[in-house]
Protein backbone atom coordinates (compact mmCIF):
# COMPACT_ATOMS: atom_id res chain seq x y z
CA UNK A 1 0.00 0.00 0.00
CA UNK A 2 1.64 3.31 -0.71
CA UNK A 3 2.90 5.58 1.81
CA UNK A 4 3.67 8.91 2.66
CA UNK A 5 7.32 8.52 4.38
CA UNK A 6 8.79 11.77 6.62
CA UNK A 7 12.56 11.92 7.72
CA UNK A 8 14.20 11.86 10.10
CA UNK A 9 11.59 10.38 12.66
CA UNK A 10 13.24 12.56 15.03
CA UNK A 11 15.45 15.70 15.27
CA UNK A 12 17.11 17.26 18.07
CA UNK A 13 18.31 20.96 16.86
CA UNK A 14 19.67 24.03 19.00
CA UNK A 15 18.22 26.72 19.19
CA UNK A 16 18.51 29.15 16.39
CA UNK A 17 19.68 26.29 14.00
CA UNK A 18 18.58 25.59 10.57
CA UNK A 19 16.39 22.61 10.61
CA UNK A 20 15.31 20.70 6.84
CA UNK A 21 12.22 18.35 7.34
CA UNK A 22 12.11 15.45 4.51
CA UNK A 23 9.33 13.93 2.99
CA UNK A 24 8.38 11.96 0.11
CA UNK A 25 4.53 11.74 -0.28
CA UNK A 26 2.70 9.40 -2.54
CA UNK A 27 3.82 9.13 -6.07
CA UNK A 28 0.80 10.30 -8.17
CA UNK A 29 -0.19 12.72 -5.87
CA UNK A 30 -0.92 16.24 -6.86
CA UNK A 31 -1.04 18.42 -3.04
CA UNK A 32 1.33 18.26 -0.60
CA UNK A 33 0.97 19.55 2.60
CA UNK A 34 2.79 20.35 5.75
CA UNK A 35 0.75 19.95 9.69
CA UNK A 36 2.23 20.48 12.97
CA UNK A 37 0.91 18.84 16.37
CA UNK A 38 2.19 20.56 19.62
CA UNK A 39 2.50 17.87 22.12
CA UNK A 40 -1.14 16.95 23.83
CA UNK A 41 -2.98 19.47 21.27
CA UNK A 42 -4.75 19.33 17.82
CA UNK A 43 -2.77 18.99 13.92
CA UNK A 44 -2.47 22.49 12.60
CA UNK A 45 -2.18 23.34 8.84
CA UNK A 46 0.83 24.96 7.79
CA UNK A 47 1.11 24.82 4.20
CA UNK A 48 -0.59 23.67 0.98
CA UNK A 49 1.50 23.29 -2.14
CA UNK A 50 0.48 22.46 -5.94
CA UNK A 51 1.96 22.85 -8.97
CA UNK A 52 5.28 23.96 -7.75
CA UNK A 53 4.27 26.76 -5.69
CA UNK A 54 2.17 27.51 -2.01
CA UNK A 55 -1.45 27.21 -2.48
CA UNK A 56 -2.16 28.15 0.66
CA UNK A 57 -0.92 29.23 4.45
CA UNK A 58 -1.39 29.74 7.86
CA UNK A 59 -0.34 32.49 10.43
CA UNK A 60 2.03 29.85 11.52
CA UNK A 61 3.98 29.69 8.18
CA UNK A 62 5.49 32.78 8.69
CA UNK A 63 8.86 33.73 6.88
CA UNK A 64 11.00 31.40 9.03
CA UNK A 65 9.17 28.37 6.96
CA UNK A 66 9.95 27.60 3.63
CA UNK A 67 9.06 24.77 1.26
CA UNK A 68 10.48 23.00 -1.50
CA UNK A 69 9.77 20.25 -3.93
CA UNK A 70 13.51 20.28 -5.21
CA UNK A 71 12.91 17.07 -7.17
CA UNK A 72 10.09 14.51 -8.49
CA UNK A 73 10.02 12.98 -5.19
CA UNK A 74 10.63 14.82 -2.11
CA UNK A 75 8.59 17.88 -0.37
CA UNK A 76 11.01 19.32 2.32
CA UNK A 77 10.13 21.58 5.24
CA UNK A 78 12.66 24.42 6.03
CA UNK A 79 12.69 25.51 9.42
CA UNK A 80 15.29 29.02 9.12
CA UNK A 81 16.14 29.43 12.54
CA UNK A 82 14.60 27.51 15.20
CA UNK A 83 12.56 28.62 18.26
CA UNK A 84 11.84 26.64 21.46
CA UNK A 85 7.94 27.23 20.63
CA UNK A 86 8.59 24.88 17.05
CA UNK A 87 9.19 22.04 19.26
CA UNK A 88 6.16 19.92 17.75
CA UNK A 89 5.24 16.64 15.15
CA UNK A 90 5.16 17.38 11.92
CA UNK A 91 3.28 15.85 9.48
CA UNK A 92 3.84 15.86 5.97
CA UNK A 93 0.41 14.73 3.51
CA UNK A 94 -0.53 14.53 0.18
CA UNK A 95 -3.68 13.79 -1.66
CA UNK A 96 -4.59 13.28 -5.49
CA UNK A 97 -7.76 16.01 -5.53
CA UNK A 98 -9.85 16.54 -3.31
CA UNK A 99 -9.66 12.80 -1.59
CA UNK A 100 -8.79 12.36 2.19
CA UNK A 101 -4.90 13.12 2.58
CA UNK A 102 -2.72 10.63 3.75
CA UNK A 103 -0.48 11.50 6.43
CA UNK A 104 3.33 10.30 7.22
CA UNK A 105 4.21 9.29 10.32
CA UNK A 106 5.88 12.36 11.29
CA UNK A 107 9.23 13.82 12.30
CA UNK A 108 9.20 15.02 16.06
CA UNK A 109 10.98 18.31 16.35
CA UNK A 110 12.77 18.79 19.54
CA UNK A 111 14.32 22.75 19.84
CA UNK A 112 16.48 22.88 22.78
CA UNK B 1 -13.91 32.00 13.24
CA UNK B 2 -13.72 28.97 11.71
CA UNK B 3 -13.14 26.13 14.29
CA UNK B 4 -14.05 22.54 14.65
CA UNK B 5 -14.84 20.93 18.28
CA UNK B 6 -15.72 17.86 19.84
CA UNK B 7 -18.11 17.77 22.54
CA UNK B 8 -16.17 15.58 24.67
CA UNK B 9 -12.40 14.98 25.50
CA UNK B 10 -12.52 11.62 26.69
CA UNK B 11 -14.69 8.26 26.34
CA UNK B 12 -14.08 5.32 28.18
CA UNK B 13 -16.00 1.98 26.63
CA UNK B 14 -16.04 -1.72 27.06
CA UNK B 15 -14.76 -4.01 24.83
CA UNK B 16 -17.65 -5.01 22.60
CA UNK B 17 -19.80 -1.99 23.13
CA UNK B 18 -20.31 0.93 20.20
CA UNK B 19 -18.94 4.16 20.28
CA UNK B 20 -20.07 7.21 19.87
CA UNK B 21 -17.46 9.98 19.11
CA UNK B 22 -19.07 13.92 18.42
CA UNK B 23 -17.28 16.77 16.68
CA UNK B 24 -19.70 19.98 15.78
CA UNK B 25 -18.30 22.27 13.38
CA UNK B 26 -18.84 26.11 12.56
CA UNK B 27 -17.73 26.65 8.71
CA UNK B 28 -20.82 26.11 7.08
CA UNK B 29 -19.22 26.21 3.51
CA UNK B 30 -17.25 22.97 4.48
CA UNK B 31 -18.40 20.25 2.41
CA UNK B 32 -16.15 17.34 3.30
CA UNK B 33 -15.39 15.51 6.48
CA UNK B 34 -12.91 13.25 7.50
CA UNK B 35 -12.44 11.33 10.63
CA UNK B 36 -9.25 10.12 11.66
CA UNK B 37 -7.52 7.72 14.36
CA UNK B 38 -4.16 8.54 15.54
CA UNK B 39 -2.25 6.06 17.70
CA UNK B 40 0.52 7.23 20.35
CA UNK B 41 3.40 8.49 18.43
CA UNK B 42 1.95 7.94 14.68
CA UNK B 43 0.34 9.82 12.18
CA UNK B 44 -3.26 10.77 11.86
CA UNK B 45 -4.99 7.20 9.71
CA UNK B 46 -8.02 7.72 8.03
CA UNK B 47 -10.94 5.91 9.17
CA UNK B 48 -13.80 7.61 6.77
CA UNK B 49 -15.37 10.09 4.81
CA UNK B 50 -18.38 11.75 4.32
CA UNK B 51 -19.49 15.07 1.74
CA UNK B 52 -21.78 17.00 2.89
CA UNK B 53 -24.64 15.81 -0.05
CA UNK B 54 -24.67 12.80 2.00
CA UNK B 55 -26.14 12.78 5.82
CA UNK B 56 -24.95 9.29 6.48
CA UNK B 57 -22.05 6.56 5.56
CA UNK B 58 -21.17 3.30 6.44
CA UNK B 59 -17.88 2.24 6.73
CA UNK B 60 -16.36 -1.30 8.21
CA UNK B 61 -17.28 -1.38 11.68
CA UNK B 62 -17.80 2.39 11.26
CA UNK B 63 -20.18 4.66 10.57
CA UNK B 64 -19.89 8.61 10.22
CA UNK B 65 -23.85 10.70 10.42
CA UNK B 66 -23.56 14.07 9.57
CA UNK B 67 -26.34 16.92 10.60
CA UNK B 68 -26.14 20.06 8.42
CA UNK B 69 -28.78 21.49 10.11
CA UNK B 70 -27.16 21.45 13.78
CA UNK B 71 -23.31 21.38 12.26
CA UNK B 72 -22.49 18.04 13.98
CA UNK B 73 -21.15 15.12 13.02
CA UNK B 74 -20.18 12.14 14.79
CA UNK B 75 -18.66 8.77 14.58
CA UNK B 76 -20.01 5.82 15.74
CA UNK B 77 -17.87 2.32 16.11
CA UNK B 78 -19.49 -0.97 16.70
CA UNK B 79 -17.97 -3.48 18.72
CA UNK B 80 -15.53 -1.84 19.56
CA UNK B 81 -12.37 -3.56 20.40
CA UNK B 82 -8.92 -2.66 22.36
CA UNK B 83 -7.30 -1.96 18.94
CA UNK B 84 -9.75 0.93 18.26
CA UNK B 85 -7.92 2.81 21.64
CA UNK B 86 -6.73 6.09 20.00
CA UNK B 87 -7.24 9.51 19.55
CA UNK B 88 -10.36 10.57 17.34
CA UNK B 89 -10.42 13.67 15.58
CA UNK B 90 -12.82 14.51 13.29
CA UNK B 91 -11.65 17.43 10.71
CA UNK B 92 -13.46 19.49 8.02
CA UNK B 93 -13.03 20.84 4.61
CA UNK B 94 -14.30 23.48 2.69
CA UNK B 95 -14.78 25.08 -0.97
CA UNK B 96 -11.28 24.59 -3.23
CA UNK B 97 -9.12 24.15 -0.20
CA UNK B 98 -8.17 20.98 -1.31
CA UNK B 99 -6.41 19.19 1.78
CA UNK B 100 -6.28 22.01 4.27
CA UNK B 101 -8.00 20.59 6.90
CA UNK B 102 -9.29 22.17 10.05
CA UNK B 103 -9.02 19.33 13.07
CA UNK B 104 -11.32 18.98 15.89
CA UNK B 105 -9.44 18.77 19.60
CA UNK B 106 -9.65 15.15 19.60
CA UNK B 107 -11.29 12.44 21.73
CA UNK B 108 -9.64 9.84 23.75
CA UNK B 109 -11.14 6.23 23.06
CA UNK B 110 -10.16 3.65 25.55
CA UNK B 111 -11.60 0.98 25.55
CA UNK B 112 -11.39 -1.84 28.24
CA UNK B 113 -11.04 -5.68 27.76
Known amino acids: EPEVTQTPSHQVTQ???????????????????????????K?????????????????????QFSVE????????????STKLEDSAMYFCASTLRNTEAFFGQGTRLTVV | ?????????????????????????SNSASDYFIWYKQESGKGPQFIIDIRSNMDKRQ???????LNKTVKHLSLQIAATQPGDSAVYFC???????YGKL???QGTILTVHP
Request: aromatic share 12%.
Open chain 1, 43 to 63: VEFLVSFYNNEISEKSEIFDD
Open chain 1, 69 to 80: RPDGSNFTLKIR
Open chain 2, 102 to 104: TFG
Open chain 2, 1 to 25: GESVGLHLPTLSVQEGDNSIINCAY
Open chain 2, 59 to 65: GQRVTVL
Open chain 1, 15 to 41: MGQEVILRCVPISNHLYFYWYRQILGQ
Open chain 2, 91 to 97: AEQGGTS
